[in-house]
């Protein structure tokens, strides 16, 4: 069955570095998304990509965040400057339609 | 904008006992309702969802959820729970057009032996 995959699993960084995390949705889907999870919360919604370009974001997904296709098969989210608060699990899921979205395992992302 | 109220945060049943997740929903539009799980470390794997069509619906592992409308409500059953069946369960809704799917806080499922 086809996968969304998610790398690196696990990303230790400094406060006020960038990071870059990195998913490669599955090779048919249209839609792109990332969310995230702080630890023992709920899974918020960062934004969606369609066609190119952000179609939805939310009020999480402010300057420090931006999201990229590259080169067709990945889909990268970038976060300029860490701060703690940014450490989640973050995931990206993929859907052919806007819905049923495939999701993949997820970057826990510690911010020290 | 759509919202979910999963009301239970957690839910201790004993293995081989009947479980109900309940999951309501709010929303201006139709809607299509989820439930996925999430087991310890891991990401989160689609149980079952609700497009259109018979309100009852069979998902993986003998999970299976009624849409409710007029009750706004989407519960989560299981006839006989394993050990293997803890974990955290979240409802989710997505409005029809282009909005995200929004999740409810979860409801973590610990199945006593």
């Known amino acids: 069955e086809p996968e969304v995959t998610q790398t690196p699993s696990h990303q230790v960084t400094q406060m006020g570095q960038e990071v870059i995390l990195r998913c490669v949705p599955i090779s048919n889907h249209l839609y792109f998304y990332w969310y995230r999870q702080i630890l023992g919360q709920k899974v918020e919604f960062l934004v969606s990509?369609?066609?190119?370009?952000?179609?939805?974001k939310s009020e999480i997904f402010d300057d420090q965040f931006s999201v990229e296709r590259p080169d067709g098969s990945n889909f990268t989210l970038k976060i300029r400057s860490t701060k703690l608060e940014d450490s989640a699990m973050y995931f990206c899921?993929?859907?052919?339609?806007?819905?049923?979205?495939?999701f993949g395992s997820g970057t826990r992302l510690t911010v020290v | 904008a759509q919202s979910v109220t999963q009301l239970d945060s957690q839910v201790p049943v004993f293995e081989e006992a009947p479980v109900e997740l309940r999951c309501n929903y709010s929303?201006?539009?139709?809607?299509?309702l989820f439930w996925y799980v999430q087991y310890p470390n891991q990401g989160l794997q689609l149980l079952l969802k609700?497009?259109?069509?018979?309100?009852l619906v069979k998902g993986i592992n003998g999970f299976e959820a009624e849409f409710n409308k007029s009750q706004t409500s989407f519960h989560l059953r299981k006839p006989s729970v394993h050990i293997s069946d803890t974990a955290e369960y979240f409802c989710?809704?997505?409005?029809?057009?282009?909005?995200?799917?929004?999740f409810g806080k979860g409801t973590r499922l610990s199945v006593i032996a």
């Open positions: 929303s201006s539009v139709s809607v299509y």
């Open positions: 899921a993929s859907s052919r339609v806007n819905y049923g979205y495939t």
């Open positions: 989710a809704v997505k409005g029809t057009g282009n909005t995200p799917l929004v």
């Open positions: 990509f369609y066609n190119n370009e952000i179609s939805e």
């Open positions: 609700y497009l259109s069509g018979s309100t």
